[in-house]
């Protein structure tokens, strides 16, 4: 048995149901970051947590891993390679930190794909692109008034 003190169900909302995000591409900032070391304690690799700022799936959560230290040369290029696509994209070339990457707009590309160990869909960033400026976004011309409802 375990002391729970005050807690009160209804004064605190319940964890919002983490299906997958649909394969798409969203409007995401990083909101956290941090080294975490392999499974396999020979590596490490960069773990950031960003969250949607946009659409129907605004405030939901997605993560890439960045496999910066790892025994395959391979893996820390395609790694390094990834990262400097998340850096060009939000205009940050030389981060000291990890953390000034945070914050900032980019666009993502997820894509869902099954996990082997669990067989469960998950999701995963495969690109990064610049976020347009507001201003510089196309815009739709409104119908013109003699344009029939039928054509607008």
């Known amino acids: 048995m375990a002391d729970l003190g005050n807690f009160n ?3 605190v909302d319940p964890l919002p149901d983490l299906e997958p995000l649909p394969a798409g591409q969203y409007v995401v900032v990083a ?7 392999t499974k396999a304690g020979t590596g490490a ?5 960003f969250q949607v700022i946009e659409g129907d ?3 939901r959560p997605v993560w890439a891993r960045f496999n ?11 790694a390094k390679a990834e990262l400097a696509a998340l850096c ?3 205009g940050v070339l030389q981060p000291r930190d ?3 990457l945070h914050n900032l707009p980019v666009v993502v590309k997820v894509r869902c794909k099954r996990r082997p160990d669990t067989d469960e869909i998950t999701n995963e960033i495969k ?4 976020r347009m400026p507001v201003a510089a976004q196309p815009q739709q011309a409104p119908p013109t008034p003699s344009t029939p409802p039928w054509r607008r």
Do not use: D, F, W
């Open 98 to 100: 990890s953390c000034e």
């Open 45 to 49: 690799y960069l773990e950031i947590k």
């Open 127 to 130: 690109g990064y692109t610049t």
């Open 9 to 11: 169900a209804n004064n």
């Open 88 to 90: 060009r994209a939000v």
């Open 31 to 37: 909101t956290e970051s941090e080294m975490k070391p």
């Open 57 to 59: 799936h605004q405030g």
């Open 68 to 78: 910066l230290a790892n025994p395959n040369e391979t893996a820390v290029q395609i």
